[in-house]
């Protein structure tokens, strides 16, 4: 049945289903999800495969135009982006007129959404070779703004990177190199990235990827409707959340860590702690994700040699919960984010800056579903609500209220 036949069997029926629980609001060929199962899939290929064996640049080809690149498309398409990495120095200013304090997700989104007045040929695209540039400007300068946001909390010169290295790599440089400093690379370091980046990169109709549709949905524009992705994914309900995990995992560690008093206050309906990295909307199952990073962040603190007690905490409290009749009814798991956290810690990321690091990992993924948006010539997003206000009433004078 197509939409339109559907709009007339209905004849104007509006449903309701606060949070889109049951809602679907598109139809997607990019990202397979079974929630009940565990299972996740980008354009067909399995997230455990994907994270084994692919780049995070070869998966955002995929993830963007369907396919898994050939190597001479992976060429150009690395090529095209390394020639779009400049970013216009006067976005530098806007930069400087933020207090050191200000949270890296706000930065980021106001700079991306800064980058639409010095790309104006980048704001609207319909054809297929204007959406491309617009692409590729997004992927070249989005890791450099990232790296901005980082070195403007720490006092730090701005890195421009150097194009001799691959996108992940000339990532960390830009966040890392010390000034005056040969820049070394680490490849347990940089594997890690890439495996973080590629678990992060699509989700199908997520908070933050919805919003990108939606405000696509407008015409507003691919940088636009990323700039709202960026502050939808930015709520600790949704990317947030991994800052808050270590954030929590910090508390209770301090607290002495006494992990079945925190289960105890998640399952206390009067108390409004939740376990952070627990629970998700879709999974009922483990998240596949959370399987992945729970090995790696073992791997890489130990290939590291660091010896982090939040790791000990973060298993001691899963392993509480999972055995938790609270959280077995309610089929709450662990989620992606609880344990990228401890991984990034190891990388030496800034806590303020995992949710960036997930913003970069989510932009193939928002880029790809802006895409099919506009590809499908979707209509604009238009939900309908209820109305549970106040019937006709008179205006009072204000000397009669
Ligand atoms: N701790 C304690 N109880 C929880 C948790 C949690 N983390 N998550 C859900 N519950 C409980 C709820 O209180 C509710 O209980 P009830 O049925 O007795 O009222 C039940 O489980 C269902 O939870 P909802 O909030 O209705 O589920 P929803 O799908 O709306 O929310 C969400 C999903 C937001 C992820 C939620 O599980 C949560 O807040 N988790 C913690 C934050 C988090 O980790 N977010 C990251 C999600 S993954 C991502 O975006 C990358």
Same mark, same amino acid.
């Given at each position: 049945?197509?939409?339109?036949?559907?709009?007339?069997?209905?004849?104007?029926?509006?449903?309701?289903?606060?949070?889109?629980?049951?809602?679907?609001?598109?139809?997607?060929?990019?990202?397979?999800?079974?929630? %009940?199962?565990?299972?996740? &899939?980008?354009?067909?290929?399995?997230?455990?495969?994907?994270?084994?064996?692919?780049?995070?640049?070869?998966?955002?080809?995929?993830?963007?135009?369907?396919?898994?690149?050939?190597?001479?498309?992976?060429?150009?398409? +690395?090529?095209?982006?390394?020639?779009?990495?400049?970013? +216009?120095?006067?976005?530098?200013?806007?930069?400087?007129?933020?207090?050191?304090?200000?949270?890296?997700?706000?930065?980021?989104?106001?700079?991306?959404?800064?980058? @639409?007045?010095?790309?104006?040929?980048?704001?609207?695209?319909?054809?297929? %070779?204007?959406?491309?540039?617009?692409?590729?400007?997004?992927?070249?300068?989005?890791?450099?703004?990232?790296?901005?946001?980082?070195?403007?909390?720490?006092?730090?010169?701005?890195?421009?990177?150097?194009?001799?290295?691959?996108?992940?790599?000339?990532?960390?440089?830009?966040?890392?190199?010390?000034?005056?400093?040969?820049?070394?690379?680490?490849?347990?370091?940089? +594997?890690?990235?890439?495996?973080?980046?590629?678990?992060?990169?699509?989700?199908?109709?997520?908070?933050?990827?919805?919003?990108?549709?939606?405000?696509?949905?407008?015409?507003?524009?691919?940088?636009?409707?990323?700039?709202?992705?960026?502050?939808?994914?930015?709520?600790?309900?949704?990317?947030?959340?991994?800052?808050?995990?270590?954030?929590?995992?910090?508390?209770?560690?301090?607290?002495?860590?006494?992990?079945?008093?925190?289960?105890?206050?998640?399952?206390?309906?009067?108390?409004?702690?939740?376990?952070?990295?627990?629970?998700?909307?879709?999974?009922?199952?483990?998240?596949?994700?959370?399987?992945?990073?729970?090995?790696?962040?073992?791997?890489?603190?130990?290939?590291?040699?660091?010896?982090?007690?939040?790791?000990?905490?973060?298993?001691?409290?899963?392993?509480?919960?999972?055995?938790?009749?609270?959280?077995?009814?309610?089929?709450?798991?662990?989620?992606?984010?609880?344990?990228?956290?401890?991984?990034?810690?190891?990388?030496?990321?800034?806590?303020?800056?995992?949710?960036?690091?997930?913003?970069?990992?989510?932009?193939?993924?928002?880029?790809?579903?802006?895409?099919?948006?506009?590809?499908?010539?979707?209509?604009?997003?238009?939900?309908?609500?209820?109305?549970?206000?106040?019937?006709? &009433?008179?205006?009072?004078? @204000?000397?009669?209220?």
């Amino acid at each position: 049945i197509d939409i339109k036949t559907l709009r007339g069997v209905t004849g104007g029926v509006t449903t309701i289903d606060p949070g889109f629980k049951n809602t679907g609001s598109c139809e997607s060929a990019i990202t397979f999800l079974d929630g %009940e199962k565990g299972i996740l &899939r980008y354009r067909g290929y399995s997230i455990e495969e994907l994270a084994e064996k692919a780049d995070f640049l070869e998966v955002a080809y995929l993830l963007i135009f369907g396919e898994l690149p050939t190597a001479e498309q992976l060429d150009k398409f +690395d090529k095209d982006i390394k020639e779009e990495s400049h970013v +216009d120095e006067d976005m530098k200013k806007i930069l400087d007129g933020f207090p050191k304090s200000a949270h890296p997700m706000g930065v980021l989104s106001s700079l991306t959404s800064a980058l @639409i007045a010095f790309n104006p040929g980048s704001v609207d695209v319909d054809s297929e %070779e204007a959406m491309y540039n617009a692409i590729v400007k997004i992927m070249a300068k989005f890791p450099v703004l990232a790296a901005w946001t980082m070195r403007k909390r720490k006092s730090l010169p701005l890195d421009y990177g150097d194009n001799s290295l691959s996108y992940v790599e000339n990532l960390h440089k830009m966040m890392f190199a010390k000034p005056n400093k040969a820049y070394e690379l680490n490849k347990i370091v940089i +594997d890690a990235l890439d495996k973080l980046l590629i678990l992060h990169a699509d989700h199908e109709q997520n908070c933050s990827t919805s919003t990108v549709r939606i405000v696509g949905s407008s015409h507003a524009g691919l940088f636009a409707s990323l700039s709202a992705g960026i502050s939808a994914l930015w709520g600790p309900l949704h990317g947030g959340a991994n800052q808050a995990v270590i954030e929590m995992l910090e508390a209770i560690k301090e607290d002495g860590g006494d992990t079945a008093k925190y289960i105890q206050k998640a399952k206390d309906k009067e108390d409004p702690f939740r376990l952070m990295g627990f629970g998700h909307r879709v999974y009922k199952n483990f998240d596949p994700r959370a399987k992945i990073i729970k090995k790696s962040a073992e791997e890489v603190l130990g290939d590291l040699g660091i010896e982090d007690p939040v790791l000990d905490i973060a298993k001691g409290l899963s392993q509480v919960a999972l055995e938790d009749e609270y959280f077995v009814k309610r089929k709450l798991y662990p989620n992606v984010d609880f344990y990228s956290g401890i991984i990034y810690r190891a990388l030496g990321i800034p806590t303020e800056m995992f949710t960036v690091m997930f913003a970069l990992g989510r932009l193939p993924g928002w880029i790809s579903q802006w895409r099919e948006m506009r590809l499908r010539k979707e209509p604009i997003g238009r939900p309908r609500q209820i109305y549970t206000g106040e019937n006709l &009433r008179s205006f009072k004078d @204000i000397a009669d209220r």
